[in-house]
């Protein structure tokens, strides 16, 4: 398997974000979407494409830290739901979707990338400062 870095993919190129949280196996970004300011990305340092690319302990580590962005963002945003998806068919880079949501955003109740169903949305703010320490706290036993 080559773990080195692709030229052609932009998460092996670019943070993706603002970086929240790093280490050697994953960076946590927060995602620039317009509407959503708590959209949180747990992105695989290394270029694989699947889940099952990476070995199990690996996997089940990388769930684990999309538990710890999921119940960060809990506290700290107080979403209606979170939405998690990992689609990587834009970018076939392992990546995670940890989006709050809320029943008066935009797209609510469908995906983020689906129709859009409402032109005023909610306004939900979330402290940067406050995610970043929550992340810490959740990720610092891990
Ligand atoms: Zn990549």
Not at 57 to 78: G, K, N, P, T, W
Not at 105 to 112: E, S, T
Request: glycine share 4%; aromatic share 8%; proline share 6%.
């Amino acid at each position: 398997m080559n773990s080195s870095p692709n030229t052609d993919c932009p998460l092996c190129q670019q943070d993706g974000g603002t970086v929240l949280w790093r280490n050697d196996k994953l960076r946590i970004v927060l995602a620039a979407e317009p509407g959503y300011p708590g959209f949180c990305r747990v992105i695989w340092q290394a270029h694989r494409a699947e889940m099952t690319d990476l070995p199990t302990e690996d996997r089940q580590y990388l769930m684990e830290v999309v538990f710890a962005v999921e119940q960060s963002l809990r506290e700290i945003a107080q979403p209606n739901k979170i939405n998690l998806a990992s689609l990587g068919n834009v970018v076939a880079h392992l990546h995670w979707h940890v989006i709050p949501r809320y029943r008066d955003d935009r797209h609510f109740p469908n995906a983020i990338w689906g129709q859009s169903v409402r032109d005023n949305a909610g306004d939900h703010p979330v402290d940067i400062r406050q995610l970043a320490d929550a992340l810490s706290r959740h990720l610092s036993s891990r």
